[in-house]
């Protein structure tokens, strides 16, 4: 599902939410070339 935060957004910049295994889960996505960057919130311990 594509959600709309409230607030400024970023031109190209989408946020999503999705349901895996009862955890409500938000993801933001952005670009669609080259190799895929993933950012894990405190992890590892920081």
């Known amino acids: 599902m594509n959600v709309s935060p409230s607030g400024a957004t970023i ?16 993801y ?4 669609g070339a080259g190799s895929p960057v993933l950012l ?4 590892p311990e920081t």
Not at 40 to 43: A, D, E, K, R, S
């Open 11 to 26: 031109p190209g910049v989408d946020h999503h939410r999705v349901s895996v295994n009862g955890t409500e889960l938000q």
């Open 28 to 31: 933001v996505a952005a670009g």
């Open 40 to 43: 894990v919130h405190g992890f």
